[in-house]
Structure formats: structure tokens, C-alpha cells
T-cell receptor
């Protein structure tokens, strides 16, 4: 297993365009998280999936943002009508769920997708 | 409202010295405290983590000290090396709703001079 994979690694787009990021988690990890990180800040939670179910969404996730994980494997994060304030690193992480013990909290992160909105 | 407060914001240490980063939390329901290391252009990587049933955990040159009553925990890097230069984040989570959503500190930029 090569770890969590994200693409594209970098995306430059003009304001108003739509962008989509993809995340391939570690195989057999059934939990998948999206975080956003801006320069000099820690990651901010956006949303979380257990298998294909999106169980929680942050208030940071406006209606221009949508995330899916249709088959419980890879996930996509789409941003519609991008704004300059959307410029950030979008991080995906996955973790395993130990049935009966709850999640250990050990998140494994990808290298992120950096978005620049001009 | 920041639930995990991290200090210092930046730290410069000489090679071979001890790097110490501190974090304080507010939510007594937190029961998992990881430290992540992040190099420029990379995602955060788990370094070491502790649960509140122990006061210290050591892995190689990295040690977490945990003070439950003070709601504080710290990372100590012994014999700091230039390769340790990175940004370090403390975080915390609890099992509420079975969602291990991490609450992060703002990070400490560590520079180890050769």
C-alpha cells in the first residue's frame, strides 16, 4: 500500500470556475476525512465519511462545496464557483475503524491538493 | 474559540539541543492527543500520540509528557537534528459520536541549526 493518494497536487484556476479533487485512501480504511489548511494554520475539519456515508459536515463547508464517496473507496471534493478565499491546501486523511473499540484517531494524511484561485 | 492552544509559534534550537513544544486544551472529554510533523509541501504525518491514562510516552528521541489535571501536554525532542526542522502540530479528539475529528493547535515552526 502506498498510502493516501491525492490528485491533482496543484490546481490553479480562475475565480468562478469549478474544481474537483480526488482522494484514494489506504485500502481497507473505511473512514475518510477532508481537511483544509491555509498557510500558518493547522488543518480545519471539513467533512468525514464512514464507508460511503457522509456523517458530518463542518459549517466551513458552504453549499459551494460537495464531497462524495460513492463506493466507499475513493472520494471527491468539488468546489463550485471558486472564490479567492478558497485558496488553500486540501488534505485528505483516512483511518481504520476497529470494530467494538471505536476509532483510534490515527489519521494518515495524503500530501494534499493545493488550490490557487486567481 | 480555540480548543487547543499551542506554543511557541516558532522555535530555534541548536543541533543536539532539546526542543520543547507545549499544548493546552479545554475540553475534558478529549481522550486522544497526537502530535503531527509536517514538512513543507507535504501532508501532516503522525509522530507520536498519548492517551490520558499515562503521564509520559517515549518513542526514540520523541517524548510526550501529559498532565491531566493541568490539561496540558508537551512534546520533547531530544538531541534535535537539522532533519527535525518542520512544523509540529498538537491535536486532540474524543470519541463523541464515534467520530475521531481532530482539533488542531496552530502549529510550531521548528528550526534546528547545524
Amino acid at each position: 500500500d502506498t498510502g493516501v493518494s491525492q490528485n491533482p497536487r496543484h490546481k490553479i484556476t480562475k475565480r468562478g470556475q469549478n474544481v474537483t479533487f480526488r482522494c484514494d485512501p489506504i485500502s481497507e480504511h473505511n473512514r475518510l476525512y477532508w481537511y483544509r489548511q491555509t498557510l500558518g494554520q493547522g488543518p480545519e475539519f471539513l467533512t468525514y465519511f464512514q464507508n460511503e456515508a457522509q456523517l458530518e459536515k463542518s459549517r466551513l463547508l458552504s453549499d459551494r462545496f460537495s464531497a462524495e464517496r460513492p463506493k466507499g473507496s475513493f472520494s471527491t471534493l468539488e468546489i463550485q464557483r471558486t472564490e479567492q478565499g478558497d485558496s488553500a491546501m486540501y488534505l485528505c486523511a483516512s483511518s481504520a475503524n476497529r470494530v467494538g473499540q471505536g476509532n483510534t484517531g490515527e489519521l494518515f494524511f495524503g500530501e494534499g491538493s493545493r488550490l490557487t484561485v486567481l | 474559540q480555540q480548543q487547543v492552544k499551542q506554543s511557541p509559534q516558532s522555535l530555534i534550537v541548536q543541533k543536539g539541543g532539546i526542543s520543547i513544544i507545549n499544548c493546552a486544551y479545554e475540553n475534558t472529554a478529549f481522550d486522544y492527543f497526537p502530535w503531527y510533523q509536517q514538512f513543507p509541501g507535504k501532508g501532516p504525518a503522525l509522530l507520536i500520540a498519548i492517551r490520558p491514562d499515562v503521564s509520559e510516552k517515549k518513542e526514540g528521541r520523541f517524548t510526550i509528557s501529559f498532565n491531566k489535571s493541568a490539561k496540558q501536554f508537551s512534546l520533547h525532542i531530544m538531541d534535535s537534528q537539522p532533519g527535525d526542522s518542520a512544523t509540529y502540530f498538537c491535536a486532540a479528539s474524543n470519541n463523541a459520536g464515534n467520530n475521531r475529528k481532530l482539533i488542531w493547535g496552530l502549529g510550531t515552526s521548528l528550526a534546528v541549526n547545524p
